[in-house]
């Protein structure tokens, strides 16, 4: 039995979206034990990104420039050439995912731990299916950053760890939100 066997995740919760002209922004919150450098490593390093991220990187992320990302979990993998436009260590990185633009904040803590923020632009119609998908995602890499890891849960591999009920949880918050701005 895998560590992964015994892993569900817990509920929806650190996610939010935010109006951008007529689309929205899926903003993730994740605190991490660990310090700044270690996840900045975790989130631009190829091998590392490979035990948590829901792609592959043809190139450690660190450095501004062209890059080609591989999706994971797919049935057909789709890769997509990707520009790195910043890369701070060990606090910004900003790249384009295919349409889709990313930012990646790591933020240090007082306990030397770190709060990493993802602001994803995503389509409207896929942002609770985004939000349920790096939840998981930030669930593993948390894990993986303990020693613990849980090995990469994407696509259909995260469904029986409670991946559509992240859907559900967060189609309900964000519709929420979205009324309140209404």
Request: charged letters at 25%.
């Amino acid at each position: 039995m895998s560590q992964a066997d015994n892993y569900q995740a817990g509920p929806a919760q650190g996610a939010r979206i935010e109006p951008q002209g007529d689309d929205w922004v899926l903003v993730v919150e994740r605190r991490l034990k660990h310090a700044p450098e270690k996840v900045w490593r975790a989130i631009t390093d190829p091998e590392q990104l490979r035990q948590w991220a829901p792609f592959d990187a043809d190139r450690n992320l660190a450095q501004t420039g062209a890059a080609r990302l591989s999706t994971v979990g797919t049935p057909e993998p789709h890769v997509t050439e990707t520009q790195i436009k910043r890369a701070q260590a060990p606090t910004l990185l900003e790249l384009s995912w295919g349409d889709n633009d990313m930012r990646w904040q790591l933020d240090a803590l007082d306990d030397g731990g770190t709060l990493l923020t993802l602001w994803h632009s995503i389509g409207r119609d896929y942002i609770a299916m985004g939000a349920a998908g790096w939840h998981i995602c930030f669930d593993v890499l948390g894990r993986y950053l303990d020693d613990d890891p849980l090995g990469r849960l994407v696509g259909s591999d995260a469904m029986p760890h409670g991946w559509p009920r992240l859907h559900e949880e967060y189609s309900a918050q964000f519709e929420a939100m979205r009324n309140e701005d209404s």
